[in-house]
DNA sequence: GTCTATACGGCGATAGAC
DNA sequence: GTCTATCGCCGTATAGAC
């Protein structure tokens, strides 16, 4: 790890044409669907469109090219909180966070939460020999500290654990759609999420 | 898959000691622990302490393996439940069920839910080559058949959804707790949930 | 900077001696 | 039934032409 989006990137050349941003999130969407293990790096070359053989340019391997997705991830969800930002109320953030899963629903049945089997998957790796599993844990709790500022902007005083709570449901919806392959399952859950969140709310 | 437990079984022939059966709750165990795709055929071999060349007249492919961890995870299942049965309360039963889950919340702060990782690291296959994933759905439903049973009897004509929503707040404790490496996560949300039940219990 | 050809290692699976 | 030796494939990574 260390500078994430950063790390291996040709410098003291024109980078020109965005290959390496194109490969990073072919990367995500690929390691989303097959998992990290199954997935080569003729797979992503071929999804990014980019010739095997020049993937090495821009990755010197093939963990690299997971710390990039990883980073891709990081991406996504600063540009979704900061759509989110734009509503005035917390509360309301938060609902159109839930809505955003639900309208996802088909793929969290067909391959999981994009980002929490991705770290579900690095968990597995022995500990020490590289820090993906670390960097992936920096993403949820990034997602964690933007769910609990809207409940301390909701005067709870117990923000932290309920920001814990509800990325909890969250996964666990996922994984339950995923493993029974049923999208309804999203639907019904996020529908208790959401109607969780009214009864916190100060009326 | 087909019949599970006994697919690919040598007979005609004395089985003498349980190696099948140690070579798959050895699976079990390292497929947790590792991942399936990260997993060697060596790895198990040298878990169940039995020869790598031996490992073929007992599973004649590595998906055997996994299908026998699965049936090894329904077997496990079956003997929790059948426990928790003995105790009269439906509600002490589902606690029972939460205070075991925080009982091993280390493994799962290492390794996450040892079911549903593999159900999740299952589900990125290609639909059709085998049913593995279906297989695991089978022991997800079970468990949830088991938990909306409590709920019915606990008088609550909702108990199917209620059900999902348990086993999802479990799934979602046991992601979050393994991503975070933070056994705490599994003892605090596993504290909500028991405190959830209470409130829907008819005083 | 781009791409092809290939080296290298590892793993699933098999053959066949005992 | 048990175990060793080994085959063959595939995937990562490299060398080096263009």
């Given amino acids: ?22 490969l ?7 390691f989303h669907q097959q998992g990290v293990e199954r997935t080569t790096l003729s797979d ?6 980019v010739p095997l053989g020049n993937v090495y340019y821009y990755f010197k391997t093939k963990d690299q090219l997971v710390e990039a997705a990883i980073g891709s991830h990081q991406e996504s969800l ?9 509503l005035p109320a917390p509360l309301d953030r938060l609902k159109a966070l839930i809505g955003g899963w639900i309208e996802q629903r088909e793929t969290a049945a067909r391959y999981g939460c994009p980002f929490g089997t991705l770290a579900t998957e690095l968990d597995k790796r022995e500990d020490g020999l590289d820090g993906l599993d670390r960097a992936a844990a920096a993403v949820m709790r990034a ?20 920001a814990v709570s509800f990325v909890t449901a969250y ?11 049923d999208p309804e399952v ?11 969140l009214d009864t916190l709310a100060p009326a």
């Fill in 44 to 49: 992503i070359a071929a999804a990014a469109d």
């Fill in 143 to 162: 997602l964690i500290a933007w769910v609990e500022e809207q409940f301390t902007q909701l005067g709870r005083a117990d923000a932290p654990e309920l």
């Fill in 24 to 30: 990073a999130s072919a990367a995500a969407q690929v």
């Fill in 1 to 22: 790890m260390t500078d994430s989006k950063l790390a291996g990137k040709p410098d003291g050349a024109k980078p020109k044409s965005g290959k390496r941003e194109r």
């Fill in 171 to 181: 996964q666990g919806m996922a994984v339950l759609t995923n493993v029974l392959r």
């Fill in 186 to 196: 999203m639907t019904s859950q996020g529908r208790r999420l959401a109607d969780w």
């Fill in 78 to 86: 600063r540009v979704v909180t900061d759509q989110l930002d734009q």
